[in-house]
């Protein structure tokens, strides 16, 4: 008498533009790769990092997205770089995506920044200290463009579900859900690889922050740190559990890095990094060819 | 109540109502499903698609079960869409059916709870126990 599969149906992300050629995230397609630095340093900067970026993937095969910010609203102290605004930034992307035929993400801390960020961006991007608030997430999904929503680190997983339906109900259901860990105790971070599956329960493709989940927030009193060696295991446990998108700020000079020096990933480090993920990712889908989706239930 | 015999009445003449049975999308989230259940006072809702049509139906038992067998947290348990724990092929029946034919049909099923779908499989009611045997008797007493 039932009438419907009950089965989760996955759905796919498309970014389109005259700009590049249509990506897609999800449902068993490439891993794809959203990198740049974590803040728009300058004109010169950003279209030497999207050069680097850009090229290694052509490298490895990897379809990626340009990201980086316009504004750090979220820094730890006011005398931080905060970014270089709003009309600035939006024109280096618009540039970026111009010379490089890469599409641009950025995210947007106001919701009144909304229209602007996705009149430019081809994805626009909810920060994780802001994904489950109204009037961002209507903001977001009124720019009609692919909503990149990152999981709060103080919310569950299972609970990311009402940030999704808050978009649907706005009229956007091209979500990426990214995991950029969750809070564990004072300071610290960890990463709970059942937030993918669980997440994918949505039906959203899922995402894996892995520069901002090694952060240790706050930890160095007006900044915060990091523990950069941890990235590799855990991109690699991420793929594995069925990542379709990999985020990562990129930086070629950490030290001197204007926003999160001490997580972004040093570049000559996004080859081994990268690589590894895109045969994790190639394994998984080989594997699931293999032996079916996995099907442990509970009961 | 109808003062129709027992053997003419219908599943129509007792069936509680759309407005007195709990109907929830198979999208609700479990935990407002129970307060629907609360609400009416039942321990039963009917789960449907956009269009009505009966997908599923979760009873306190079937919640029962759940939580004693689903070792997730009860924060995930709450927030699951309520199609992921319903029964989902649940036992149905048309409403012009002889309340006795329907009545044999819970005995056999051992079940105190019937959706009442018309030709499309929408949902259209509830034959619950209760109202089914006081039909019987106030038909009885009658007579």
Redesign the interface.
């Known amino acids: ?4 599969d ?1 089965k989760m149906t996955n759905k796919t992300i498309h970014l389109r533009s005259p700009h590049f050629d249509e990506i897609q995230i999800g449902n068993g397609k490439d891993l794809v790769l959203i990198a740049g630095p974590c803040a728009l340093e300058s004109h010169d900067h950003s279209m030497r990092m999207a050069e680097m970026i850009g090229g290694l993937c052509v490298k490895l095969g990897v379809r990626w997205i340009f990201k980086a910010c316009y504004d750090k609203d979220c820094r730890s102290s006011p005398s931080s770089f905060h970014g270089l605004g709003l009309d600035d930034g939006l024109q280096i992307l618009a540039d970026v995506r111009e010379a490089h035929g890469v599409p641009v993400s950025s995210d947007f801390s106001d919701p009144s920044w909304g229209p602007s960020t996705g009149e430019v961006c081809d994805m626009v991007q909810v920060p994780a200290y802001l994904c489950r608030q109204t009037s961002m997430l209507r903001a977001a999904a009124a720019t009609g463009k692919p909503v990149h929503l990152k999981k709060g680190q103080f919310m ?1 997983p ?2 990311m ?2 940030s999704c339906r808050k978009l649907e109900a706005f009229g956007n259901d091209q979500i990426l859900l990214t995991d950029r860990g969750t809070f564990f105790g004072y300071n610290m971070l960890v990463n709970d690889m059942r937030c993918f599956p ?1 997440m994918q329960e949505t039906g959203y493709p899922v995402c894996y922050d892995a520069t901002h989940s090694i952060q240790l927030p706050t930890s160095m009193g007006n900044i915060s740190g990091g523990q950069r060696e941890f990235i590799p295991h855990l991109t690699r446990a991420a793929a594995a559990c069925g990542i379709e998108a990999l985020f990562m700020e990129v930086h070629d000079n950490p030290p001197n890095a204007m926003s999160d020096a001490n997580t972004v990933l040093d570049f000559k480090y996004l080859e081994v990094v990268l690589a590894q993920a895109k045969a994790m990712h190639e394994m998984r889908l080989e594997l699931r060819a293999k032996w079916g989706e996995d099907n442990v239930h ?2 | 109540m109808s003062t129709q015999s027992d053997q003419s009445l219908t599943v129509a003449d007792v069936m509680l109502t759309m407005d007195a049975c709990p109907v929830a999308d ?1 999208r609700t ?1 479990l935990k407002e499903v129970l307060e629907a259940m609360d609400k009416h006072r039942l321990g039963v809702v009917c789960i449907v ?1 956009q269009g009505m ?4 139906i979760l009873t306190e038992g079937d919640v029962r079960r759940k939580l004693l ?5 009860l ?2 348990l709450l ?2 869409d309520v ?2 724990h319903a029964v ?5 029946i048309t409403a012009d059916v002889q309340l006795m034919d329907a009545l044999d049909l819970m005995g056999e099923k051992k079940i105190w709870d019937l959706p009442v779908v018309d030709a499309d ?1 929408k949902v259209v009611g509830m034959l619950h126990l209760h109202q089914a045997i006081r039909g019987v008797l106030d038909t009885l007493q009658q007579k």
């Open positions: 008498m039932c009438r419907r009950s569950s299972w609970n579900k009402n669980i509970p009961e | 198979e989230i698609d049509h009966l997908t599923g067998r689903v070792q997730k947290p924060a995930a927030a699951d199609i992921t989902k092929s649940p036992i149905s499989m």
